[in-house]
């Protein structure tokens, strides 16, 4: 009896081991494929879908990296997980309308006279809708390891964000930077 459950479990382990290697050959690029995925810490702007970032043709997805840190009742926790995720909620909440508008705005008054008060003013009637829901597509830890402390190095994190605006910048711009 013994037996069969080493070797069911010996199976199930080689099975998964072939998933996972098939799933990351054709979710990493590999064997030509047709879109490349950005480093975490170099995206941010109008780009293309998830998985997709360095199409040129579409480029609707507006990227934004957000950092923050766990609760500080959190930091002290024996819980690493409860560290993590207080974390991830604490990026999410920076996550706002208002937040979203800043860094569009950023990306876009640099190379486009685009007049700050009207801008503001009007970005929430024209995207109320997509800059609710931000998507993110990555969260990653930022702390240092403990080997002590399961999910330490969540004490710091950060997330990629994206939205979907049809017409991406240039709608932007023919919408909310008119003078």
């Not at 030509?32 to 109008?46: A, H, P, V």
């Not at 006279?113 to 503001?120: E, L, S, T, V």
């Not at 597509?137 to 080997?147: A, L, R």
Request: aromatic share 14%.
């Amino acid at each position: 009896m013994l037996m069969k459950k080493i070797f069911f479990l010996f199976m199930i382990f080689i099975n998964f081991n072939c998933i996972s290697l098939l799933y990351g050959l054709l979710h990493t690029g590999a064997k030509g494929s047709m879109c490349e995925t950005l480093n975490r810490y170099d995206i941010k702007g109008w780009l293309g879908p998830p998985g997709c970032e360095y199409s040129t043709k579409l480029t609707d997805f507006f990227y934004f990296t957000i950092r923050s840190e766990a609760s500080k009742n959190k930091k002290n926790n024996q819980s690493g997980l409860s560290t993590k995720l207080t974390c991830m909620e604490n990026v999410n909440k920076k996550a706002t309308r208002e937040e979203i508008g800043i860094r569009i705005y950023d990306g876009i008054h640099k190379d486009v006279k685009c007049d700050k008060k009207i801008f503001f003013e009007n970005i929430n009637n024209f995207y109320k809708q997509e800059l609710q829901n931000p998507k993110a597509s990555e969260c990653w830890p930022e702390g240092s390891h403990d080997s002590n402390k399961v999910f330490f190095e969540w004490i710091t994190c950060g997330c990629i964000f994206f939205i979907k605006i049809e017409g991406g910048e240039k709608e932007i711009i023919s919408n909310l930077c008119k003078n």
